[in-house]
């Protein structure tokens, strides 16, 4: 059974090493308070779960602009020498503003390095109040629609495993909720939204190999000019929550 890769990536405090370990079972990715930036570079970390093997990169928060200029290169090279991305997990706190960062991270990955040609997701975390998880998206999914950030699928969870009661409840179902969507998107989906066969292992930018700059450069400015930008401004004041 052939690995597949998956890129995890958010603002600081979205959560992303926490959803590591709610898929994986186990304290894997190193976590941190919200204030505190865990992730000083991507991280691979090798799991599987339901019979399949999976790769998936914790990536550098967006508004760190030296740390995500300085590992774009190393992990572009490294995804493509193991195959390209097989599913994006753009991982998003429920309540938190809709700043200039969440957007341009989506405009990065999905549109910019994946060039629209993976599947991507929505992680949605610190659900853990909610009575049903699901909920906040229906309240929510027209805001993100309206700024620009199109899914393919999404997912409604806490990943929070320092609860008792009912949150260790929702803990779990979060895990095999997030478990479902990662399977959908990798191993059983086979067409694209106008019914043409996905490309497994998409590659990151199809000049990704010319040393000599071309794409690369290109991704690199529109990162610098993305970070230029993130520090400043907010996607008007919408708050999800």
């Known amino acids: 059974m052939s690995t597949r890769n998956i890129v995890l990536f958010g603002e600081t405090g979205a959560g992303k090493s926490s959803v590591v ?36 990169f914790d990536t550098v928060a967006l508004e760190e602009p030296q740390l ?34 969440v957007r341009n991270n989506y405009r990065l990955f999905y549109e910019q ?37 199109f899914v393919d699928g999404h997912v409604c969870i806490t990943a929070a495993n320092n609860l008792d009661g009912r949150g260790q409840e929702l803990y779990q179902l979060s895990r095999q909720l997030i478990r479902n969507l990662v399977r959908e998107h990798t191993h059983h989906r086979v067409t694209d939204k106008e019914g043409a066969t996905v490309r497994r292992g998409a590659t990151v930018g199809s000049g990704v190999t010319d040393e000599r700059g071309g794409w690369f450069r290109r991704i690199i400015r529109k990162l610098e000019l993305l970070l230029g930008n993130t520090k400043h401004c907010d996607i008007g004041r919408s708050t999800v929550g």
């Not at 709610?22 to 894997?28: D, H, N, V």
Request: hydrophobic share 35%.
């Open 21 to 56: 370990n709610l898929m994986t079972g186990e304290e894997k990715a190193e976590t941190s308070p919200d204030t505190l930036h865990c992730t000083k570079h991507w991280k691979e970390y090798p799991i599987a779960f339901d019979g399949y093997n999976y790769n998936v």
């Open 113 to 149: 390095l994946c060039e629209k040609n993976v599947h991507i997701v929505l992680v949605l975390t610190g659900l853990e109040g909610e009575q049903n998880m699901e909920d906040w998206w229906i309240r929510n999914k027209d805001i993100f629609t309206k700024y620009g950030i």
């Open 68 to 101: 995500g200029v300085a590992n774009a290169r190393n992990l572009i090279m490294k995804l493509n020498n193991e195959g390209g991305i097989d599913l994006l997990l753009f991982c998003v706190r429920a309540g938190s503003k809709l700043t200039a960062t």
